[in-house]
């Protein structure tokens, strides 16, 4: 089984997020850089795919600057077999050009799977996984959180409002990982180890034009600090109280 | 003088709240520019768009066929992209449900035109601006499209219904014709025995924390729920210590929430989680550490022990409905 997983670098879950001085970007003193969460979950469905099938090959592909190849070995220490990594110094807030980019490096791949995170936590798109599925001409499930893989169909569950939808499908196909899809292996000192010697093979690329123009980042209105209405249960009338007669929400 | 296409959503054949608010987007961009607010409703047979004037519509697609009953990806995907192609549009809108966020980046791959996903805000000056929060809510983008079209996916809650005076036509259309066959095709919905309202469309959302100590605690965020008619809500340590599904999840690796009241109850609030429910017009916060982040982000706190705070309140509310 040969199977594709597109990973993302992100700022770290717990970052407070500083602007840079130019206004359009984060000030990355200091930031925690990891694995996007929801990649790691594609990263482990990837591994348990090859590995239940006793043979095959786990690609790890990313966009991104040269600072992407240490997501890309923390995949590697995972269990993935090697890496691909699309450098550009650019960033499209346009998902499709990244899309374009993928696609064309997944196309002549013969995957099975490809997999991806649902979203990266950075820019919250929900989009690349769909859009390579699309340009690639092959079926996609996104926010999967169980899978099952029985020969050339998939049955997938994703999440929606209030249930999930029961999904089948023929490979080769693209899955994107919902948070419960699975729990994610602790890269071990030995995988650790291993990665650094794992092909990772580095191409540089071109970013397609999007069409979405990046005129400021700024940070979001601070919430006036509210004010504690008392102690203990005592208090529970005061808080019915201002939720009525104040801010007129109860 | 280009059009506005809204794609619409329904659930068992019931249009969803969130297809008003995105019908309201598309009258932004469609008042700026001079062109209609065109609406595509994809369900059952026993669809209808009635109605849909009041809400912002000039004109009313309906595409009713058990084939397209449930969301299918394929199948609406072809049809949206379809509609668009048939006429004349600068935007194509949908809402950032779980079915917008599948549908927008297939339509926009098909189009080859830009996607803005998780929109917050929207305008038509010199060409359409968007707002949309970047890292989950810590910080905002302001992007200006540079390509017509574009698909927009609005965040539910983020755009007020309106009431508008349009006519509304009504017309028929078809399921896209060239993929009658699709592929990845979706069979049922599962949902749970307990039918419950989901964090992300719920107007009060009662969120419960490590402070509960013990999973089982959580019947008291439950009945609190309940009295109050909120959906149930939680942090990622509760979530990832397994006493809550995923699905419950508020934070920046679970679900955004924008209700009018949002209770957060033995919750510390960590950046990931405060990301996750920072634009609930009102935050009340009961938590027994008065240093707890939560409260600088709440409008309201009780420090205390939320085992005797939380049944009172729950007491309370329900004496207050009952009258």
């Keep these: ?250 | 003088m280009a059009d506005i296409l809204v794609v619409l959503e329904q659930r068992d054949g019931v249009l969803k709240r969130v297809s008003h608010e995105v019908l309201a987007a598309g009258r932004v961009l469609a008042d700026a520019s001079g062109g209609q607010v065109h609406a595509l409703a994809i369900g059952g047979p026993d669809l209808s768009g009635d109605g849909l004037g009041a809400f912002g519509a000039d004109r009313v697609v309906v595409v009713g066929d058990d084939a397209v009953k449930l969301y299918q990806p394929e199948l609406y995907s072809a049809t949206v992209t379809d509609q668009v192609q048939s006429g004349e549009y600068s935007a194509v809108i949908l809402s950032a449900t779980a079915m917008g966020r599948d549908l927008g980046p297939r339509v926009a791959a098909k189009l080859d035109c830009p996607l803005a996903a998780d929109v917050t805000e929207l305008s038509s000056d010199d060409g359409i601006v968007v707002k949309r929060p970047a890292y989950s809510g810590k910080a905002i983008y302001t992007l200006r499209v540079t390509s017509s079209p574009v698909v927009i996916a609005v965040r539910p809650n983020a755009v007020a219904p309106i009431d508008g005076s349009q006519a509304g036509i009504v017309d028929t259309g078809q399921v896209a014709s060239a993929v009658r066959a699709a592929r990845a095709v979706t069979k049922a919905i599962k949902q749970p025995e307990r039918h419950a309202v989901d964090v992300t469309e719920a107007a009060i959302v009662v969120s419960g924390g490590r402070g509960l100590k013990e999973p089982e605690h959580f019947s008291l965020i439950e009945d609190l729920a309940g009295a109050v008619g909120a959906a149930v809500g939680a942090s990622r340590a509760v979530v990832d210590a397994g006493w809550r599904p995923h699905s419950e999840q508020v934070g920046q690796t679970g679900k955004t929430v924008s209700p009018n009241l949002y209770f957060a109850v033995g919750i510390s609030g960590a950046v990931q989680h405060l990301a996750g429910m920072r634009t609930a017009k009102v935050i009340v916060a009961i938590n027994k550490d008065p240093d707890a982040p939560i409260f600088k982000v709440a409008d309201y706190g009780i420090v205390g022990d939320l085992f005797e705070i939380v049944p009172r309140l729950a007491d309370e509310i329900r004496k207050i409905k009952e009258n």
Excluded: W
């Design chain 1, 1 to 250: 089984m040969k199977i594709a997983v597109c990973v993302k670098r992100t700022p770290d879950t717990e970052t407070r997020i500083k602007i840079a001085s130019d206004g359009k970007s984060i000030d990355e003193a200091g930031v925690k850089f990891v694995l996007n969460p929801y990649d790691e979950y594609a990263v482990e469905e990837a591994l348990k795919l090859k590995e239940a099938a006793g043979s095959g090959e786990v690609v790890v592909v990313s966009v991104g600057a040269a600072s992407a190849q240490e997501t890309i070995r923390n995949a590697l220490a995972m269990g993935a077999d090697r890496g691909v990594l699309l450098k550009t110094d650019a960033v499209s807030l346009d998902p499709l050009p990244t899309a374009k980019l993928l696609a064309g490096e997944l196309k002549s791949g013969e995957y099975d799977l490809i997999f991806f995170g649902k979203l990266a936590i950075d820019d919250y798109s929900h989009a690349v996984g769909a859009m390579v599925a699309e340009l690639l001409g092959m079926p996609a499930v996104s926010s999967v959180s169980d899978l099952t893989v029985d020969g050339s169909v998939g049955t997938a569950e994703r999440e929606i409002e209030g249930g999930v939808e029961v999904v089948e499908f023929p490979l080769p196909a693209a899955v994107t990982a919902e948070k419960g899809l699975n729990e994610p292996r602790y890269p071990a000192l030995r995988g650790i180890m291993m990665a650094k010697k794992k092909p990772l093979d580095v191409k540089d690329v071109t970013l397609p034009e999007g069409g979405l123009e990046l005129v400021a980042l700024t940070l979001p209105p601070q919430r006036q600090e509210g004010r504690i209405v008392g102690e203990g249960p005592d208090a529970v009338p005061a808080l019915i109280d201002a939720l009525r007669n104040e801010a007129k929400v109860l």
